[in-house]
């Protein structure tokens, strides 16, 4: 892989774009947007939203920062394309990069209600902690299941809206965390593996993962079926259902077009299905509470 010596404007702002971690931030970017549209419904507040939606992207970012300044040394051996290796971005420089972001997101949070911040900031401990090393521990999971059921509760917090049945989320969250824990690490398991690390997925082997995976996206669809079944958490079934008929044809798609057996370039495709059958299952789910 080519190193960039001598850095020209185009280089460094290129480093700094892949450095943010683009595509993962750009899913979370979608959640957190559709999130808040429905926690603002039907009175959007659309400078509020903006505030919302910017002070997640900002802590997203500052986490992906962050992430490639502590992996700089494995990334050297195993991922030399990336920024710091190819030496677009230095590793200083992706620290304090990483750092401002966070002082942007503080700032960006201040105007709006209290609760906010304070699940950003549990949110930001959440993904820093797994930045600094649990993310090589089984516990890198658990870390996943805790921080996604955040993302609705910040959303509901941002615009100064939060429901009874938002507790729910939690459960529903922690199985849809821990199956988007294993897509992410389904992509770099071989790596992990063969660097030491114990993730979730390597302790489950690739099989085991993608099984996993599987298994929880269509755990999560249950417990949303049974909550309105029972009417725990009563939702309107003409939204809810095409939800759950889609979550369950999205889990299809990917037993059959994913797997061990398949070519390893293809588990980033089925960590970006994974996480978008997440948002669609909790984000039609609260459409149909919420209506």
Not at 10 to 30: A, E, K, M
Not at 215 to 234: D, S
């Amino acid at each position: 892989m080519e190193i960039v010596k001598k850095r020209r404007a185009s280089d460094i702002l290129r480093g700094y774009f892949l450095l943010s971690h683009p595509g993962p931030v750009f899913i979370h970017i979608i959640g957190v947007t559709v999130f808040t549209l429905l926690a603002a419904w039907p009175r959007p507040l659309w400078g509020i939203i903006v505030l919302v939606i910017t002070a997640h992207t900002a802590m997203q970012i500052s986490i992906a920062m962050i992430n490639d300044y502590c992996d700089r040394d494995l990334d050297a051996v195993s991922k030399p394309e990336k920024p710091i290796p190819r030496g677009l971005v230095s590793p200083h420089e992706a620290l304090i990069a990483g750092l401002l972001m966070i002082v942007v997101m503080v700032l960006l949070l201040l105007p709006l209600n209290p609760l906010a911040l304070i699940i950003s900031l549990v949110y930001l401990t959440l993904g820093q902690a797994y930045n600094l090393g649990l993310k090589s521990t089984p516990l890198s999971g658990i870390v996943f299941a805790l921080a996604m059921p955040l993302i609705p509760l910040y959303a509901f917090a941002g615009v100064g809206r939060v429901l009874p049945f938002l507790f729910w989320l939690v459960p529903v969250g922690f199985l849809l965390g821990v199956a988007l824990n294993l897509a992410n690490s389904l992509t770099d398991l071989e790596e992990d593996s063969a660097y030491g690390a114990k993730t979730l997925a390597v302790v489950l082997g690739v099989k085991g993962s993608f099984r996993a995976c599987h298994l929880l996206l269509l755990a999560g669809a249950a417990l949303i079926a049974l909550l309105m079944v029972l009417h725990i958490v009563p939702a309107a079934p003409w939204i809810l259902v095409p939800t759950l008929c889609v979550t369950v044809a999205a889990v299809v798609v990917m037993f059959l077009f994913f797997g061990a057996e398949k070519p390893v370039v293809t588990r980033k495709v089925h960590f970006y299905l994974a996480a978008l059958t997440a948002i669609v299952l909790s984000g039609g789910w609260l459409i149909g509470v919420i209506v």
